[in-house]
């Protein structure tokens, strides 16, 4: 069973960059299609970006240029490098394999405020 576990949230103020951490234990990390999704208060879930086992990336429209995601094999590890952030980015952040998603982790709180 694979297990994750996000890092690295917090409060920054409108314009700040913030940079997300997914530890995944268990299973083969590196063959799997890793992405990030977001939960605001009161909304559904929602996909934000995606890369391939090679590398290939995908975003949401009002994430890109803002947004990267990125990944260690090495490490077992997905990153989201998030710059220009928005108050409407405000969001429990997550991490979960694309299409079949395995237990969720608790997610990371991310405020964007001044």
Not at 43 to 72: C, H, L, M, P
């Amino acid at each position: 069973q694979v297990q994750l576990v996000e890092s690295g949230g917090g409060l920054v103020q409108p314009g700040g960059s913030l940079r997300l951490s997914c530890v995944a234990s268990g299973g083969f990390f590196s063959i799997y299609t890793m992405a990030w999704y977001r939960q605001a208060p009161g909304k559904q879930r929602e996909w934000v970006a995606s890369i391939t086992s090679d590398g290939s990336t995908n975003y949401v429209d009002f994430v890109k240029g803002r947004f990267t995601i990125s990944r260690d094999n090495g490490k077992s590890t997905v990153y989201l490098q998030m710059n220009s952030l928005k108050p409407e980015d405000t969001a429990v952040y997550y991490c979960n394999r694309l299409g079949a998603p395995f237990s969720w982790g608790q997610g990371t709180q991310v405020t964007v405020s001044s």
